[in-house]
């Protein structure tokens, strides 16, 4: 049996033999490898650096007109998978970081502005 393949796109899981995934049907993307899973050790600061900092660099290329989100999609979805191994420590995006404060404190009473994948950060 063959390598099971993971569309960053949508996070779906497809047979290696297809062409597209069967998730969102894309064929741009270049799909993770079951065969290459890697063990890393590092703080989940560093974690949350580096992710915040991709999560910044996808929504600016979407606002410069050079994506159309796939790459903002692709982020979140990562970033998911990873604190979904961890829901103990801080979320790991800054619009999740965000939407964490807003809970906390009730939605009417947070103003946000610019936000990188918040709801809010469109309207600039």
Same mark, same amino acid.
């Given at each position: 049996?063959?390598?099971?393949?993971?569309?960053?796109?949508?996070?779906?899981?497809?047979?290696?033999?297809?062409?597209?995934?069967?998730?969102?049907?894309?064929?741009?993307?270049?799909?993770?490898?079951?065969?290459?899973?890697?063990? *890393?050790?590092?703080?989940?600061? &560093?974690?949350? @650096?580096?992710?915040?900092?991709?999560?910044?660099?996808? /929504? !600016?290329?979407?606002?410069?007109?050079?994506?159309?989100?796939?790459?903002?999609?692709?982020?979140?979805?990562?970033?998911?998978?990873?604190?979904?191994?961890?829901?103990?420590?801080?979320?790991?995006?800054?619009?999740?970081?965000?939407?964490? *404060?807003?809970?906390?404190?009730? &939605?009417?009473? @947070?103003?946000?502005?610019?936000?990188?994948?918040?709801? /809010? !950060?469109?309207?600039?």
């Amino acid at each position: 049996m063959g390598a099971k393949l993971l569309c960053l796109n949508c996070g779906a899981w497809f047979d290696e033999n297809l062409s597209a995934c069967p998730g969102c049907g894309d064929q741009r993307g270049v799909p993770a490898s079951s065969e290459d899973v890697v063990a *890393v050790s590092v703080t989940w600061h &560093e974690l949350r @650096v580096l992710v915040m900092w991709a999560e910044k660099f996808a /929504d !600016a290329a979407k606002k410069a007109g050079r994506d159309d989100g796939t790459m903002l999609r692709v982020v979140y979805g990562i970033a998911d998978r990873l604190y979904s191994q961890h829901l103990d420590k801080p979320h790991l995006t800054m619009a999740g970081e965000i939407a964490e *404060v807003k809970a906390a404190f009730g &939605e009417g009473n @947070v103003e946000t502005h610019g936000i990188p994948g918040h709801p /809010d !950060a469109d309207a600039e």
